[in-house]
């Protein structure tokens, strides 16, 4: 554990110089169980150097499978885009299209510390605290920088708002089709009685990636994301 622990730390403290050890690409196929059927997630990750800064985009697409299909058959897309530091992800925009219903999206404007947010037609403006994150980039900041060892605290972005998230930190060792994974597991502590439940597992040995989420949503469906299948492909000098 030590050893990798060491790894990462190595990693992180080279980022951006060694380019040879920033992947490119990760593209990651998750099987999801919910409460009344199953399906899959395809999400890709790219990372780009343009000039003095690298970029990220994040393209997620969630669709139901089998019999399930017949009763959802709209596919959720998730996108987040904007930058990446030593401190993590910068976001500039995400957004979350539900089948034909109009996108929530969110959009950070950093210079003057705002975000504007539209749900449901409706668009509000508000203050924008250091370090926000929309609820997809989250799953991938800790990739670019530590984890405190036993809290985090973030602002995340989730349709109409910003909501300050805090997630106790443990390691566990997880059970997934690609065999036994050591994480980190960041659990968000919830309000006495809400029923909101997300736990999420960050691969120790791979670059923090998530490898399994397991979340309650407001609507109350139960939703466990697991990773089947991981591809990061590297591009050195670009």
Known sequence: MKLAALLVITWLLSFPASATDLPSRIEINYHVITDIGEGEIHEVM??????????????????ATGMYKLIEPNRIVRHSEGLVFEQGLQPARAYEKRGKDTPSVAVFDWANHSIALSH??????????????????????????AIPKKHVERYVAEGHSLRLSRFTVTEET????????KTIALTRQEEKGSKLKRKVWLALNNHMLPVRIVSVEENGREIEKIARRVNISYKPGR
């Open 46 to 63: 790219e990372i780009h150097h343009t000039g003095d800064h690298y970029r990220y985009t994040i393209n997620s697409v969630a669709q």
């Open 120 to 145: 449901t037609g409706h668009e509000i403006t508000q203050k924008l605290p250091y370090g926000t994150l929309d609820r997809l980039s989250f799953s991938y900041n800790f990739m670019f920088t």
């Open 174 to 181: 997880l059970d997934t089709p690609m065999g036994a994974i």
